[in-house]
C-alpha cells in the first residue's frame, strides 16, 4: 500500500516513510535523526563505490576478465599507504578488546520475528543472551526479515534488552526455563543455573546491512535510495552506546558483503564520523568483516589496513562466498560447481579461501598485533530423530574440530541449541583464542590468485538439482513471509526426521538460484545416472529439463502439508517464489542479488504484479546495470 512520506525534523537530505518516526519515537529519537543527517552525504560515495561494483562486474561478464591482485605500488583508499605496505604489516592495526578475547562459539540471528509483539519478539534476544555463546551476532542483514518495519523492531528490542528494560527481564527468566527444560532432555542437566547471571556473558555484537542495499523506510528527499548500511549502524551505535559502555562493555559491529579495501576505507570513515557526531573516541567501533565475496579474498591485508585501528578479524562463511564466486565466473563457461553439499571448506577454491584468510589474520601489524579469525556457519538444528540428530552432530563436531586445528578461534552456530554441543572443543583445548600461531606468509602469484578458483573433482547430479530448486523455492516463500531466515530441507524429505531441517537464510537461497543458473546456462552435464527421471550421464541441464523439475518441486511443495509449507502461503508467496525462481534461472544476464527481486515483491501476493516488477528490474540491470531497489510501497511526492 502507497504511503506519504514525513521529511526528517530539520533535514532537507532525507524522507522517512509517514508514520514511521510516529511508531518508533525510542528508535528514529532526535539524536538518532541527527546521526543520519551528519551521515547523510556518505551515501553518495557509497552509491559512486556500488555503481563502480557493478561495472567492474559488467565489464568481467562481458569481456571474460578475472579477478586479480592488486597493484602493490597502488595506494589504499584514504590509509596513506600502499597495498605492499599493507601486505607487510606497515599500519596501525588494533588490539583486541577484552570482550572479544575469548570467542569460541558466536551465535546469530536476530533480535525479532516478523510481526510480533514486542514480548514476543525480544524472546530471540533472551534465547541468544541465556545460550551460553560467547558473542552473539544479532542480525540485521542475511537473517532478519524486512516485512513491514523488522528492521525497526530489531532495534527497539535491541535497546530494550541490553539495557534490561522491561519486558526483556520478565521474558528472559521465562525463556530460560524453556531452555532448562529442553537441555534436561537432550543434555541430562540444566545449561541455564542463575539466568540474570548467564545474561551477562555473552559479548554483543550487531551486523548491519551492506552497503548494497537501500534501506526500505528512508530515502534520500530527491526520492533515490538511502544506504541501509548508514540507518542500521547509525541507530545500533546511537541506542546502544551509552549502555554498552557503562557497562564497559565494546561496541562491535560484523560489516557484511565488502569487495574490495575501498569499501572498507568507506566504512571506517562512516564510523570514524559517527564516532566523531557522538564524541566518542576514534577506534571505539570495533568490527569484525565477513570475507563472503571473492574480490574481497585477493585483499585481504589491504582491508585489514583500511579499517585499521578498529578492525579485529575476519569470518569465513561458506554460503555468500560460494555464490560470490559462481558470480563472478558467470562467464566462464567452463566453470561449473558440483552439488552445493559437495562444496565443504575442504573443497578446491573453499580450502584455498579460508587458508588466505588464516594466514592474512596472522600476519601482525607493525604493533605486532594480530587479529581473530572466526569459523564458518553450524546451520544444523539439533531437532529430529534419535539417529538423524546423533549422525548432524557427529559432523557438526568434526566440522568444529577441523577449523580449530586449522587456526581458527571459534566459529558461528545458527541455532542456540547448538552452542553447548559444539563450544567444548574449544572449551577443551583451553586456550582463549589462537592469535599469532604460524604459518607461511602470503604470497600473491599467479597461481595464488588461479587457485581462488580451483574446481575439483565432485558430482553433478539430478538430486541436486531438485535440492537447490527445492530449498531456493521454500526460501523465497519464507522470505515473503517475513522468515529470512528459516528451517528448511528439500521436499522429498519432508516427513523423514533422519534428515534434519537446516537454518538457511539468503545467502543460502542466493547460492541455490546461482548454481541453477551456472548449469542451465553453461549446459553443465550430470556426472551420474538418475534411473527415477530417465536422466544419463554426461547428459547436460537443459532448459526443458529444469522446467520439468521447477514444475514437480513446485507441486511437492503445494502438496505438503502445513508443517513443512504454510497452508496459507500456498496461494500468496508461494506462487510469488515461483515466478523469481524461474526468472532468475532461466534469464540469459544473471541478476546480482536474489534479494533485490524479493524485496521489490514484498507484500505483493499477485503474480501478474510480480511478473511486471520482475521484468522491469531485468531489464534495466541488462540495459546498463542499474538495480531498481525502491521500495513500491514508498511513495515520494513530487518536488
Not at 539417529?387 to 541455532?415: D, I, L
Amino acid at each position: 500500500m502507497a504511503s506519504s512520506n514525513t521529511t526528517v525534523k530539520g533535514s532537507k537530505r532525507l524522507l522517512i516513510r509517514d508514520g514511521v518516526q510516529q511508531r518508533y519515537p525510542d528508535v528514529l529519537t532526535p539524536a538518532a535523526l541527527d546521526a543520519l543527517e551528519a551521515l547523510a552525504d556518505f551515501n553518495r560515495e557509497r552509491q559512486d563505490l556500488m555503481h563502480a561494483r557493478i561495472a567492474r562486474r559488467i565489464r568481467r561478464f562481458n569481456e571474460g576478465q578475472r579477478i586479480a591482485f592488486l597493484d602493490p605500488a597502488a595506494q589504499i583508499a584514504d590509509s596513506g599507504i600502499s597495498v605492499q605496505q599493507a601486505r607487510a604489516g606497515q599500519f596501525d592495526g588494533s588490539e583486541i578488546p577484552h570482550d572479544l578475547q575469548r570467542q569460541w562459539i558466536q551465535g546469530t540471528g536476530p533480535a525479532t520475528k516478523p510481526r510480533a509483539t514486542v514480548a514476543d519478539g525480544i524472546r530471540n534476544v533472551a534465547y541468544a543472551l541465556l545460550s551460553g555463546a560467547d558473542g552473539w551476532m544479532f542480525d540485521g542483514e542475511d537473517a532478519l526479515g524486512q516485512v513491514d518495519t523488522m528492521s525497526l523492531d530489531n532495534q527497539r528490542n535491541l535497546m530494550l534488552a541490553l539495557a534490561f528494560k522491561e519486558p526483556f527481564p520478565k521474558v528472559a527468566e521465562s525463556v530460560a526455563a524453556e531452555m532448562n527444560a529442553w537441555s534436561q532432555t537432550f543434555f541430562g542437566r540444566r545449561i541455564v543455573e542463575d539466568w540474570k547471571k548467564q545474561l551477562d556473558f555473552t559479548t554483543r555484537i550487531f551486523r548491519p546491512r551492506g552497503l548494497h542495499l537501500d534501506d526500505r523506510h528512508v530515502c534520500d528527499a530527491n526520492g533515490s535510495g538511502f544506504s541501509a548500511a548508514i540507518v542500521d549502524a547509525a541507530l545500533y551505535v546511537v541506542g546502544n552506546h551509552h549502555t554498552l559502555r557503562s557497562q564497559g562493555r565494546s561496541i562491535v559491529l560484523y560489516l557484511p558483503k565488502i569487495q574490495t579495501a575501498e569499501e572498507a576505507a568507506l566504512w571506517n570513515r562512516m564510523l570514524a564520523a559517527l564516532e566523531q557526531h557522538l564524541g566518542l573516541p576514534v577506534g571505539t567501533v570495533k568490527v569484525y568483516v565477513l570475507i563472503e565475496q571473492l574480490e574481497a579474498c585477493y585483499q585481504l591485508m589491504e582491508i585489514r589496513a583500511a579499517l585499521a585501528c578498529r578492525f579485529v578479524g575476519f569470518n569465513t562463511g561458506r554460503w555468500d562466498y560460494i555464490n560470490s564466486v559462481a558470480d563472478a565466473l558467470a562467464w566462464d563457461q567452463a566453470f561449473h560447481n558440483p552439488n552445493i553439499d559437495a562444496i565443504t571448506m575442504t573443497y578446491g577454491y573453499m580450502r584455498i579461501y579460508e587458508d588466505r584468510v588464516r594466514r592474512a589474520v596472522n600476519t601482525p601489524d607493525r604493533n605486532g598485533h594480530f587479529a581473530l579469525w572466526q569459523g564458518g556457519m553450524e546451520p544444523n538444528i539439533p531437532v529430529g530423530s534419535e539417529k538423524g540428530v546423533a549422525e548432524a552432530m557427529k559432523r557438526a563436531k568434526a566440522g568444529g574440530q577441523r577449523e580449530q586445528q586449522a587456526g581458527a578461534s571459534g566459529k558461528w552456530v545458527a541455532h542456540w541449541k547448538m552452542v553447548h554441543i559444539v563450544r567444548p572443543i574449544w572449551a577443551e583445548a583451553g586456550a582463549a583464542n589462537q592469535l599469532g600461531r604460524s604459518f607461511p606468509p602470503l604470497t600473491y602469484s599467479e597461481k595464488d590468485a588461479a587457485d581462488l578458483m580451483l574446481l575439483e573433482p565432485a558430482p553433478r547430479t539430478v538430486r541436486g538439482a531438485r535440492d537447490l530448486l527445492s530449498v531456493a523455492l521454500q526460501y523465497g516463500n519464507a522470505f515473503g513471509r517475513g522468515f529470512q531466515a528459516a528451517a528448511l530441507k528439500p521436499a522429498d524429505f519432508f516427513g523423514n526426521d533422519d534428515v534434519l531441517y537446516l537454518m538457511e537464510d539468503m545467502a543460502t537461497g542466493e547460492i541455490r538460484l546461482s548454481i541453477l543458473w551456472e548449469w542451465l546456462h553453461k549446459q553443465a552435464r550430470f556426472t551420474e545416472d538418475d534411473p527415477d527421471s530417465g536422466t544419463q550421464a554426461g547428459e547436460p541441464f537443459t532448459p526443458a529439463f529444469f522446467n520439468k523439475i521447477l514444475e514437480e518441486e513446485y507441486d511437492k511443495l503445494r502438496r505438503a502439508d502445513n508443517r513443512d509449507v504454510h497452508d496459507d502461503s500456498k496461494d500468496t508467496t508461494l506462487p510469488i517464489a515461483l515466478e523469481i525462481v524461474k526468472r532468475y534461472v532461466t534469464h540469459p544476464y544473471k541478476a546480482p542479488w536474489y534479494i533485490d527481486l524479493l524485496n521489490c515483491n514484498l507484500n505483493n501476493h499477485d503474480q501478474a504484479t510480480a511478473r511486471q516488477r520482475i521484468e522491469a528490474y531485468l531489464a534495466s540491470f541488462e540495459r546498463d546495470g542499474t538495480r531498481l531497489t525502491a521500495n513500491p510501497d514508498f511513495e515520494v511526492p513530487d518536488a
